[in-house]
């Protein structure tokens, strides 16, 4: 065996130990940087949630791979849960928005409410607080609005739906007027619930979101450029 003394050893260990410690580094770059990304918190019910489908399959998470392919630099974090109701939302959201820190919130809640023919006053006032509590942590704030079966009737669907645009207007935040509008109308696009979106329509949500959402992304990233 040819004899190779320890001075040479040594610096090949140094300079292998080097390039594995420099390749760790590299590979977990990517997931500091998106650790660093400003946060899009979805803050909704059944609708956001992927109600029945796999999670890849929902609006939120094809907004997410929208984001990625256009350079966007955000994180978006899905914190709807099915079924929750303003009530909920409300004794929910200070958690979240101390654990996610989030730039952005899409609003996206009511739905059960009304279904349940809560009273519209409370609904309200629960959406309210809600954005008060986000713009507070430092968060822009979209809101979603819902529409509900107009088999509820028109005393108590009109001042439901009229709420998001008051809601909007009063807080000068930018509203989505009808998350699933579009789909809503079309049965083949809904579940046979008559409420939920199929998987297919994900798509359509995500286009009644991005125009809305589009311009606050590229104002949140301009003032923090």
Sequence with gaps: MTGISAKHILPHRLLNGLFILCSLLMLALPASAQED???????????????????????????????????????????SVSGETTDGGLARLPAALA??????????????????????????????????????????VILAGIQIPPNYGPRYTGPFTSQYQEIAEDLALPLIPFLIDGIAQQPELMQDDGIHPTAEAQVKVLENVWPVLAPVLNEVSAANS
Excluded: C
Excluded at 48 to 77: D, K
């Design 37 to 79: 990304s400003p946060v899009l918190l979805v803050f909704g019910d059944s609708l956001s949630a992927g109600y029945r489908m796999n999670e890849e399959e929902g609006w939120v998470a094809l907004l997410a791979v929208r984001l990625e392919q256009e350079g966007a630099s955000f994180r978006v974090v899905n914190a």
């Design 99 to 140: 654990t996610h820190k989030p730039a952005v919130v899409i609003l996206e809640l009511g739905g059960n409410d009304g279904l349940r023919g809560l009273p519209v006053a409370s609904i309200k006032q629960n959406l309210l607080q809600m954005v008060t509590l986000s713009q507070a942590a430092g968060a822009r």
